[in-house]
């Protein structure tokens, strides 16, 4: 199975701070890449899909990079409603795999 | 709107067996496959098993495979998961979840809770 490994753990910033998350897999895949976002108490909702692709709603304060084994989410000003975990996730292969997360918090 | 809403969670002993119900509504459940994803508290998501939409594809994890059983009813807009042979590891919330593109999850269900526990 693909094993993603997100880093940092825990990214401490401020409001209005540049967020960089990054996603790394054990081996190369497609463009099959996926974001999730998963605030305290409630259940998780896509971000992008395809690596890029922003899901219905999402703002364009959220983007998606990435090819390989190495993808990035960026949010590029950090809004109070964004301190959340993320979770990266692949669709290449069967089983399904997400990271271990990423928790961004208030600095 | 997408909903999908879980149901069938509870405490159950070790060794014991649960039904998950998820009931579907705001969009045509024959055209999409269907996933189940746990989170163990305080943990990370946990894929477990994929449904396809026409019914002729199952995947599972290998943590459950052998233990769980994904259906679907198209006529009543429902998936299912049954779990026998229960562990305490098997404690989390699981969620009932769409696939937009193959594995691409898309729409969520608030989730269920099952806690496995002597």
């Known amino acids: 199975e693909i094993v993603l490994t997100q880093s940092p753990a825990t990214l401490s910033l401020s409001p209005g701070e540049r967020a960089t998350l990054s996603c790394r897999a054990s081996?190369?895949?497609?463009?099959?890449l996926v974001w999730h976002q998963q605030k305290p108490g409630q259940a998780p909702r896509l971000l992008i899909y395809?690596?890029?692709n922003r899901a219905t709603g999402i703002p364009d304060r959220f983007s998606g990079s990435g090819s390989g084994t190495d993808f990035t989410l960026t949010i590029s000003s950090l809004e109070p409603e964004d301190f959340a975990t993320y979770y990266c996730?692949?669709?290449?292969?069967?089983?399904?795999?997400f990271g271990g997360g990423t928790k961004v918090e208030i600095k | 709107e997408v909903q999908l809403v879980e149901s069938g969670g509870g405490l159950e002993q070790p060794g014991g067996s649960l039904r998950l119900s998820c009931a579907a509504s705001?969009?045509?459940?024959?055209?999409?496959?269907m996933n189940w994803v746990r989170q163990a508290p305080g943990k990370g998501l946990e894929w477990i098993a994929y449904?396809?939409?026409?019914?002729?594809?199952?995947y599972y994890a290998d943590s459950v495979k052998g233990r769980f059983t994904i259906s679907r009813d198209n006529a009543k807009n429902s998936l299912y998961l049954q779990m026998n042979n229960l562990r305490a590891e098997d404690t989390a919330l699981y969620y009932c979840?769409?696939?937009?593109?193959?594995?691409?999850?898309?729409?969520w269900g608030q989730g269920v809770l099952v806690t496995v526990s002597s």
């Open positions: 979840v769409r696939n937009e593109d193959v594995g691409v999850l898309d729409s």
């Open positions: 705001g969009f045509t459940f024959g055209d999409f496959g």
């Open positions: 449904f396809s939409s026409r019914g002729d594809v199952t």
């Open positions: 081996q190369r895949i497609s463009s099959c």
């Open positions: 395809h690596v890029s």
């Open positions: 996730q692949q669709c290449t292969t069967w089983p399904l795999t």
